[in-house]
């Protein structure tokens, strides 16, 4: 009776905290809500708790050291047993998926790359999303299309050094160059500013954020990211307001986008090492694009090794995910075949400036009186926690 009274109780807890959520949501669609509820019947759990990620110790970005693996949680295998539905059969053999890593005990995921599935951490956090396509599936073919071939057309138009050819993060069998536009703020800046190319590549960067098929690929992204993770999203759009009321000069890759910064991966068989794009927000969420044309089911795959989960990973379709605390990688794609990619993301290090009244730590170390620093200091403890509470749970 009393287990009863506890399940019965629980329910009523869950249904409260769906109404809330709907309340405050009142923006959004009815299609939109049905997306998220169809995905909620497809959740995939990891054994890790997303707490335990390593990050740098002020927790603005990710921590450069722990690309080795070292810092990582300790993870079980995902339950095969236990995979969402909506996922194609598998036909590799654990062998044949284990020679993609060099290890054992990861997942194969056979995503079709339509449908949205959340993984959810160990306490039902929102960590990641496989966010797939909108639902017009042959609009949205036509528009990657474009995608893909502006890029391909990118390619041969921009200009770059040798030594710039190859992105430090390009996986050693796949060298490519890339595009970086937005803003951003690290790496020696002394302020938040906009990310530097040669007038040419300027140029050839301009029409690709200018055509429609970008635009819409930014759009889904962010209703992705407002859909499945809103007080995330909130925090973004709070934080850049500030930012973009601070300097309103600032010129953002795309209207109405929480993404601060984008990259084109410009192949023409693009695919990464094992990285973590630890200058981003330490909890917050990358949005990556995959394009090109080439056999999703031979390469192509996106690999989350602290989640032991090996992804089909489709051109066309997108996926969200911490990637400042969560190494990831690409098998790369056949010598005959092309695969671009599209990346949208927002360094922690704005967050920082923004949280230190538009100004460096060492600016701020002068200026600010003994109690804003004590208060300061008491926020850096729990600002870890904090962010990772902006994760939704689902009930």
């Not at 036509?142 to 391909?152: I, N």
């Not at 973590?276 to 917050?284: C, E, K, M, P, S």
Request: net charge neutral; glycine share 8%.
């Amino acid at each position: 009776m009393e287990r009863k009274k506890l399940a019965s109780k629980d329910r009523r807890r869950r249904k409260r905290q769906v109404a809330l959520e709907e309340s405050d949501e009142p923006h959004l669609k009815e299609v939109h809500r049905a997306r998220r509820a169809e995905a909620e019947k497809n959740l995939l759990h990891v054994d890790v708790d997303s707490a335990d990620l390593p990050h740098s110790k002020p927790a603005w970005i990710g921590k450069l050291l722990a690309e080795d693996g070292s810092d990582s949680p300790i993870s079980g295998r995902v339950d095969s047993s236990a995979l969402p539905s909506g996922l194609g059969p598998t036909f590799y053999t654990q062998e044949e998926i284990d020679s993609l890593t060099g290890t054992e005990n990861f997942c194969y995921l056979n995503w079709l790359g339509e449908i949205s599935i959340p993984i959810l951490d160990s306490h039902r956090r929102l960590l990641a999303l496989l966010g797939g396509k909108p639902r017009d599936l042959e609009g949205w073919q036509k528009v990657t299309d474009d995608a893909s071939r502006l890029l391909d057309k990118a390619l041969s138009t921009a200009t770059f050094p040798e030594e710039k050819y190859t992105h430090r993060r390009a996986h050693e069998q796949t060298p490519y160059p890339t595009i970086s536009r937005g803003v951003s703020y690290g790496g020696g800046q002394v302020s938040p500013g906009e990310l530097c190319n040669t007038p040419r590549n300027e140029r050839v960067s301009d029409e690709l954020l200018q055509h429609e098929c970008f635009q819409r690929i930014s759009g889904f992204s962010n209703c992705l990211f407002r859909l499945f993770a809103p007080a995330l999203y909130a925090f973004y759009q709070a934080q850049l307001a500030l930012l973009s009321a601070w300097n309103s000069a600032l010129n953002w890759p795309f209207l109405g986008s929480v993404f601060a910064a984008c990259t084109f991966n410009l192949g023409p068989r693009a695919s990464t090492r094992v990285h973590l794009d630890f200058g981003n927000l330490a909890w917050g969420w990358c949005a990556i694009t995959a394009l090109g044309w080439y056999d999703p089911d031979k390469g192509g795959h996106l690999i989350l090794w602290d989640l032991k989960l090996i992804i089909r990973f489709p051109p066309g379709s997108t996926i969200l995910i911490p990637s400042a605390i969560l190494r990831h990688s690409n098998v790369p794609v056949g010598i005959n075949e092309k695969r671009f990619s599209f990346t949208q993301y927002t360094a922690g290090g704005l967050f920082r400036w923004i949280r230190n009244g538009f100004q460096t730590d060492a600016a701020y170390e002068l200026n600010a009186t003994s109690e804003d620093k004590a208060a300061r200091k008491a926020e850096a403890k729990t600002r870890w926690q904090t962010g990772v509470d902006m994760f939704r749970v689902v009930p």
